[in-house]
């Protein structure tokens, strides 16, 4: 299955020592965004940063929406640490036009995660995260 991996951020709120992906200068545009998806033939859309719950909410649900308007499987790439204070009604919507919420854990203890994402107390934001996705459904 051909995927496309639409990176609509590059901002993000943590400094991860492995991170690949090189900041972008400009900001996010919707509507560049949208012809990334109308170029490729990929049903399956990953959706990342940076971190993509850095972008504004209402822009990110208008490409969510989108999304799933033009028939494509949608997959939000998260590192989780915004989900814990993220304003709830907006993250039920993300969550509803969403497939799939895929959580980065960088590590499998907070000592490890730390090392590698230079953030202490992300390991703990991403075990919030999960629970409050699951409580969401």
């Not at 545009?29 to 990953?46: G, I, T």
């Not at 980065?104 to 230079?118: E, G, I, M, R, Y």
Request: aromatic share 6%.
């Amino acid at each position: 299955m051909i995927s496309l991996h639409l990176r609509v951020l590059g901002a993000c709120n943590l400094a991860c020592e492995f991170c690949s992906y090189p900041v972008r200068e400009t900001p996010w545009d919707l509507k560049r965004s949208m012809r990334e998806v109308r170029a490729s033939p990929a049903r399956y859309v990953q959706i990342s940063g940076g971190e993509p719950l850095s972008a504004p909410p209402l822009g990110l649900l208008a490409l969510l929406k989108w999304l799933r308007k033009e028939g494509k499987t949608v997959e939000l790439q998260t590192n989780g640490s915004l989900v814990p204070g993220y304003p709830a009604e907006h993250l039920k919507s993300i969550v509803a036009l969403s497939h799939l919420v895929n959580i980065n854990f960088s590590a499998h203890t907070p000592a490890l995660d730390k090392a590698v994402t230079l953030t202490p107390g992300a390991f703990k934001l991403r075990e919030l995260a999960v629970d409050r996705l699951l409580s969401l459904g």
